[in-house]
């Protein structure tokens, strides 16, 4: 089964720090995808940043990065100058190919808090 | 591009009844995608359709729900005699598929409340 962890059900930061999202997947999978999805108060998930697994170069979105390790088949997100409007759950989602299947399996979450 | 947008944004119903929600995904895009969220988890895939065509449904869709996409636009999800464990947000998210890994796009969801 495909499953993604994510280890840290809440996480807090001060305002213009970094803070750092673990996530861990599991996979059979060569190549694949990898996102963080961001979910505001307002609830409306919003893409943060996507991750091919056949490009070694780890993607990088304004503030926020990740730090895709294939061996240890981690992908952590890392979030720079931390801004208010980061608070937010984020999820770590991993797009599984299977069978003629395609969708979206999304861990259970981190809530980021940050503090003024 | 006004978005995944989605009807009922909020709904209660008596334990029993039968709901619909409806999802307006982006325009063009040919992949609509429903999950289900509980409080405190992340989204669980319930089932998908390219076009009008229902490729995939979950275990968890269970006999008393049906979605359909008739005319590879919309889309409806269908819970009939709701059940409190039916209590939950229901995602509805579209993507232009050309090819694995395509971003999809999120609506905000509608609460369901069985009471």
């Known amino acids: 089964a495909q499953t993604v962890t994510q280890s840290q059900p809440e996480m807090s930061v001060q305002e213009a720090e970094t803070v750092t999202l673990s996530c861990t997947y599991d996979t059979s999978e060569s190549d694949y995808y990898l996102f963080w999805y961001k979910q505001p108060p307002s609830r409306q998930m919003i893409l943060v940043i996507r991750?091919?697994?056949?490009?070694?170069q780890n993607a990088t979105e304004n503030r926020f990065s990740v730090n895709f390790q294939k061996a240890a088949k981690s992908f952590s997100l890392k979030i720079s100058d931390s801004q208010l409007g980061d608070a937010a759950m984020y999820f770590c989602?991993?797009?599984?190919?299977?069978?003629?299947?395609?969708?979206?399996?999304f861990g259970k979450g981190t809530k980021l808090t940050v503090n003024p | 591009d006004t978005g995944v947008s989605q009807d009922p944004r909020h709904k209660i119903t008596k334990r029993g009844q039968n709901v619909t929600f409806r999802c307006d995904p982006i325009s063009e895009h040919n992949r609509l995608y429903w999950y289900r969220q509980t409080l405190g988890q992340g989204p669980e895939f319930l089932t998908y359709f390219q076009n009008e065509a229902q490729l995939e449904k979950s275990r968890l869709l269970s006999d008393r729900f049906s979605a359909e996409r008739p005319k590879g636009s919309f889309s409806t999800l269908e819970i009939q005699r709701t059940e409190q464990g039916d209590s939950a947000m229901y995602l509805c998210?579209?993507?232009?598929?050309?090819?694995?890994?395509?971003?999809?796009?999120f609506g905000e969801g509608s609460w369901l409340t069985v009471v």
């Open positions: 989602a991993h797009w599984v190919t299977q069978g003629g299947s395609e969708k979206l399996v």
């Open positions: 991750q091919e697994a056949y490009k070694q």
């Open positions: 998210a579209s993507s232009l598929w050309i090819g694995s890994g395509n971003t999809i796009y």
